[in-house]
């Protein structure tokens, strides 16, 4: 079955779906993206992942290009078209097309849309996450803004570059006081020795998750403790578990950082049982 790409208003073949050559976001990284699971062919979160789109939009004055109710018709149209049943929507916004100058482009220019969607390997999935994932640290070197969902993303695939290389799955950065933020493309979790959970505030230095918002309810409900706060790489070699969450990962356990076991050096209990509930408080429209 070929596939299908949304660009601006049409449904094309994605083969051959293109913007053009001075598209913001190819030029500057001038756009914002999403990423929404699909499950039994249905959007989880849409909700959440559309309220963090109005806000990234916001954070960088580009206009929404469709009103929500529009946007969620096309959304469903596009995994539909794919016939999508587990996988994931992605939808970019650039703030569209204009002859190259830093400062933005004269009023009116359209910002440029695109959604695709493609199945995952769910078995493949749940396998890495039966196994658990290995982790590495790099220096968190982005800018100050990654609370907005930018597609400038240089130093998340350098990192995760870095993470392939060493055998890994993700890189988890650590910023100048040695306070893990996040992952290259998750939020980082660790479950400390007296059993509580532990991951930074999503006020400043991180993109808040939509997964890990809902993970938040999660360990509420299960009367876990949870501490806000940042942790150190120390405390993650000496963490008890570890995991990471997104919209492709769900929760995933950790079993190794920068080489060493956490905890027995298999997934842990907490981490599972997240995994498990997680899809159970999750929105589904
Ligand atoms: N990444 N932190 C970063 C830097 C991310 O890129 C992501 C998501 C997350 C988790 O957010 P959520 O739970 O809303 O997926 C945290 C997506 C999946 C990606 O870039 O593919």
Redesign the pocket.
Same mark, same amino acid.
């Given at each position: 079955m070929s596939r299908i790409a949304y660009v601006n208003g049409r449904y094309v073949p994605h083969r051959t779906a293109s913007v053009h050559v001075e598209d913001r976001g190819y030029q500057f990284a001038d756009g914002v &993206?999403? +990423?929404?699971?699909v499950r039994a062919g249905r959007l989880i979160?849409e909700r959440?992942?559309i309220d963090?789109l109005e806000r990234s939009l916001k954070e960088l004055r580009i206009a929404m290009p469709m009103r929500r109710n529009a946007l969620g018709v096309v959304l469903r149209e596009t995994v539909s078209r794919n016939r999508v049943r587990d996988g994931?929507v &992605?939808l970019q916004i650039t703030r569209g097309v204009a002859r190259r100058d830093h400062a933005f482009p004269p009023a009116g220019t359209l910002p440029n849309t695109v959604i695709t969607a493609k199945n995952h390997d769910l078995a493949k999935l749940e396998q890495g996450a039966g196994d658990g994932i290995a982790v590495i640290s790099v220096p968190d070197n982005r800018w100050e803004r +990654?609370d907005i969902?930018s597609v400038s993303?240089l130093p998340?695939v350098l990192a995760k570059q870095a993470a392939r290389e060493a055998g890994a799955k993700e890189a988890w950065?650590v910023d100048a006081k040695g306070f893990v933020t996040?992952?290259?493309? /998750?939020?980082a979790w660790i479950v400390t020795r007296d059993g509580a959970v532990v991951t930074k505030p999503a006020d400043a230095g991180?993109?808040?998750?939509?997964?890990? /918002? +809902?993970v938040l309810e999660v360990i509420a409900e299960h009367g876990l403790t949870l501490e806000e706060r940042p942790f150190t790489m120390d405390e993650a070699y000496a963490a008890r578990e570890a995991f990471i969450?997104?919209? /492709?990962?769900f929760v995933t356990p950790v079993v190794q950082i920068d080489g060493r076991p956490v905890g027995n050096g298999a997934p842990g209990l907490i981490a599972s049982a997240l995994r498990r509930d997680y899809h159970d408080h999750a929105e589904i429209a």
């Amino acid at each position: 079955m070929s596939r299908i790409a949304y660009v601006n208003g049409r449904y094309v073949p994605h083969r051959t779906a293109s913007v053009h050559v001075e598209d913001r976001g190819y030029q500057f990284a001038d756009g914002v &993206y999403e +990423v929404c699971e699909v499950r039994a062919g249905r959007l989880i979160d849409e909700r959440r992942h559309i309220d963090r789109l109005e806000r990234s939009l916001k954070e960088l004055r580009i206009a929404m290009p469709m009103r929500r109710n529009a946007l969620g018709v096309v959304l469903r149209e596009t995994v539909s078209r794919n016939r999508v049943r587990d996988g994931i929507v &992605y939808l970019q916004i650039t703030r569209g097309v204009a002859r190259r100058d830093h400062a933005f482009p004269p009023a009116g220019t359209l910002p440029n849309t695109v959604i695709t969607a493609k199945n995952h390997d769910l078995a493949k999935l749940e396998q890495g996450a039966g196994d658990g994932i290995a982790v590495i640290s790099v220096p968190d070197n982005r800018w100050e803004r +990654v609370d907005i969902k930018s597609v400038s993303l240089l130093p998340n695939v350098l990192a995760k570059q870095a993470a392939r290389e060493a055998g890994a799955k993700e890189a988890w950065f650590v910023d100048a006081k040695g306070f893990v933020t996040e992952g290259a493309s /998750t939020n980082a979790w660790i479950v400390t020795r007296d059993g509580a959970v532990v991951t930074k505030p999503a006020d400043a230095g991180i993109l808040r998750g939509i997964t890990r /918002t +809902v993970v938040l309810e999660v360990i509420a409900e299960h009367g876990l403790t949870l501490e806000e706060r940042p942790f150190t790489m120390d405390e993650a070699y000496a963490a008890r578990e570890a995991f990471i969450t997104s919209a /492709t990962q769900f929760v995933t356990p950790v079993v190794q950082i920068d080489g060493r076991p956490v905890g027995n050096g298999a997934p842990g209990l907490i981490a599972s049982a997240l995994r498990r509930d997680y899809h159970d408080h999750a929105e589904i429209a």
